[in-house]
């Protein structure tokens, strides 16, 4: 009885190894990239679901769509919009309150969630250092 476990226990740990070799096997850029998706969808739901729903259609005349929406891919615009807000914009010319208790990671996160999910660009994330640039340039 005793072979059968250490033979289990061998096969188990063999399975573990070959199982967190694959997990090992995506460059740095690809696991970034995930948590950034991660990260961004956590920081939607809790930022910006209220508005924009879950599947980021928004509400009727009220607030408008993410998806489809001509501002995804304009990193810059968006890390501006995101985090100071906006007096009105789009088709709805509707204000936008900011959230400027985001920190530049957490913007960067949402936005490479934003276009990763409604623009289908799954090749790159948003840096943090582009936010923090972009920021910098936001215009009143």
């Known amino acids: ?11 188990m740990v063999i399975g573990m190894v070959i199982i967190g070799g ?4 995506q460059s740095t850029e690809e696991l970034k990239k995930e948590q950034y998706f991660v990260e961004g969808h956590r920081l939607y739901q809790a930022n910006c679901t209220n508005c924009h729903q879950d599947d980021g259609a928004g509400m009727a005349q009220l607030y408008p ?13 968006l890390a501006c919009l995101i985090k100071n807000g906006s007096s009105g914009i789009g088709e709805l010319n509707r204000p936008m309150p900011g959230n400027p ?39 009143n």
């Not at 009885?1 to 096969?11: D, E, F, G, P, Q």
């Not at 694959?22 to 096997?25: A, I, L, T, V």
Request: hydrophobic content about 35%; overall charge positive.
């Open 1 to 11: 009885m005793n072979k059968h476990y250490t033979a289990m226990s061998k096969s």
């Open 101 to 139: 208790k985001l920190t530049d990671l957490e913007i960067a996160e949402i936005i490479s969630y934003l276009n990763m999910k409604w623009k289908s660009d799954t090749i790159s994330y948003t840096p943090t250092e582009f936010v923090h640039e972009a920021l910098k340039n936001c215009k």
């Open 22 to 25: 694959s997990f090992s096997c």
């Open 65 to 77: 769509s993410i998806s489809g929406s001509t501002l995804l891919g304009n990193d810059a615009r």
